[in-house]
């Protein structure tokens, strides 16, 4: 069975953490009883990342590093979602994880032109999401939350 694969970039602050999970458990709460197969890989403490030929599609966790940083674990990772896109693989890049993408797929991620952005987004899915592996089980329209510097 091909499975999700979380790529953990981080970990959330601890006093979160002790009362709602880490990134990875919010990740596989959101994505509900159908994805019964995940993989968590926390790149940001140096495992590497699996192997493309079991994966249904990949998860990027947010991270409190900045993708300028350019952390060794960083740009490791973002070499390896190279391939993952020209595998065609599915990639949903949450906060930090979409920097990280537009990062290795050659664009620029910097500091908020208007300084540090936080609160609730709505999110309207196209109709080809539900034919998405990751996206597939979310409602039409989705509140997500944002806080970020970059």
């Not at 970039?9 to 999970?21: C, F, K, N, Q």
């Not at 998860?59 to 595998?87: C, M, P, Y």
């Amino acid at each position: 069975m091909k499975e999700i694969v979380i790529i953990k970039t981080g970990d959330s602050i601890p006093s979160l953490v002790a009362r709602r999970g880490d990134f990875e458990d919010w990740v596989i709460a959101g994505l509900g009883d159908g994805y019964p197969a995940t993989r968590v890989v926390a790149v940001h403490q140096g495992e590497p990342p699996p192997d493309f030929d079991l994966m249904a599609g990949i998860v990027i966790t947010g991270s409190h590093a900045q993708v300028t940083n350019r952390a060794d674990w960083s740009e490791r990772t973002a070499r390896w979602l190279v391939k993952a896109v020209d595998r065609d693989i599915p990639i949903l890049g949450i906060c930090f994880g979409h920097q990280i993408l537009v990062h290795a797929l050659g664009g620029k991620v910097d500091d908020a032109p208007d300084g540090p952005e936080f609160g609730t987004v709505s999110i309207s899915l196209k109709t080809a999401a539900k034919e998405d592996p990751i996206l597939g089980n979310l409602p039409q329209t989705v509140e997500v939350q944002t806080a970020h510097s970059q």
